[in-house]
């Protein structure tokens, strides 16, 4: 049997006043009661098997040694007690003796007479307890837990993941227009595609380049746009648009006008006796100076005299962050012969280096120029 506490029972009849039914270590119904021999009381056989095997005395009289047995009479007076169902303020009119209370309402278990014992729902997630009269129709129509598919996608869950997210997102999902057209329903997938064919559906104006800021609805464009104020803004930005073009065609012509180095590109024209020519290699390319000079050399830079020597310097210039890839060898055309010049050095030389160069007795006094910025000279 299992065990009830006074307060659960309802006894269909009063008990005697002096009728010891309770245990007085669990203060519940007993079950199983066993007399103890030191003061004539009864336990439940559990608890008083319990302290005996922990060596304690008894708890009503402290005797330390006594004696315990199972009092059959009192066993059965207490299994024979009429009560009604502990449930009977919930409406369950069963009523019998004690000892059929315990399968009557068959706690925690799914399966029971009593219709009106709670139970759990049989979804672990579900803390819901039931009446058993109610409990499938939970299980099948209100726990949020329960198995469900969504009609639309056919995507299985609980019903609470499906009916809070997934419909969410679903792209089956029956969606209407927010515009409030005649296409009450649709797909959510579709919805897109529809609102950008919607009659209803906001659309900037085609003359919105001009200065147009309204929204016409899109089954109302052709009514806007044929209203005359379009006129004005367009003449407004024709206006506009030929003052672009003249300013833009007057800055192409000041492009053209403008020389893009300040020196010109190769080729150029060096004539002897003349100071240095400043020159850009390419259009990319480092700013250089050449001068052409006749007579002889007294340094011996460039081995056997010769009628016109041709000096190269390279200067820093504006374009010198392009950082090109500069060849070794230059090519020069004095008179009718080319002549090949061999450079070993890039560093930038000072603006007016070659002009340094002076004649003397002996011919020409390249003392100025830095030994490791010679150049030679070698026919083609």
């Known amino acids: 049997m299992a065990q009830f506490s006074k307060e659960e029972l309802s006894f269909v009849e009063d008990l005697p006043k002096h009728m010891e039914i309770e245990c007085p270590v669990c203060l519940n119904i007993l079950t199983d009661p066993h007399l103890v021999s030191c003061c004539g009381h009864n336990f439940c056989g559990s608890c008083i098997e319990r302290l005996k095997a922990s060596n304690g005395s008894c708890p009503l009289c402290k005797e330390k040694e006594y004696q315990a047995m199972v009092n059959k009479e009192r066993f059965r007076i ?59 129709y939970h299980e099948d129509r209100e726990c949020p837990q329960r198995p469900f598919q969504c009609q639309y996608c056919r995507r299985k869950g609980t019903f609470l993941s499906i009916t809070k997210d997934h419909y969410e997102e679903c792209r089956q999902y029956p969606v209407t227009c927010p515009n409030k057209c ?31 800021n309204d929204k016409p609805l899109r089954k109302d464009v052709h009514v806007h746009t044929a209203d005359t104020m379009h006129m004005t803004l367009l003449a407004v930005a024709c206006g506009q648009l030929k003052k672009e073009n003249e300013q833009m065609k007057q800055e192409i012509s000041n492009l053209k006008s403008r020389p893009y180095h300040e020196y010109p590109l190769l080729p150029i024209g060096v004539t002897k006796g003349r100071p240095a020519v400043h020159f850009y290699f390419n259009a990319c390319g480092r700013h250089m100076s050449a001068r052409a000079m006749v007579g002889n ?22 374009f010198d962050h392009f950082k090109p890839k500069l060849p070794k060898v230059f090519f020069a055309k004095c008179g009718t012969e080319v002549k090949r010049l061999v450079v070993d050095t890039y560093k930038p030389l000072p603006h007016d280096i070659l002009n340094g160069i002076k004649q003397n007795e002996s011919g020409y006094d390249t003392s100025t120029l830095p030994q490791n910025h010679s150049v030679e000279e070698e026919a083609e």
């Open 78 to 136: 207490i299994n024979g007690l009429e009560v009604y169902c502990s449930n009977k303020e919930k409406g369950c009119q069963w009523k019998g003796e004690l000892k059929n209370m315990s399968t009557h309402l068959n706690k925690e278990k799914r399966e029971g007479e009593c219709q009106y014992e709670e139970v759990k729902c049989r979804y672990e997630k579900c803390q819901e307890r039931k009446q058993r009269r109610y409990l499938k």
């Open 182 to 212: 005649s296409s009450t329903n649709m797909p959510r997938g579709s919805l897109t595609a529809h609102i950008n064919e919607c009659p209803l559906e906001p659309v900037d104006c085609v003359f919105s380049w001009a200065g147009c």
């Open 297 to 318: 050399i007294s340094s011996g830079l460039f081995g056997d005299t010769a009628d016109y020597f041709i000096f190269l310097a390279f200067h820093k210039g504006n």
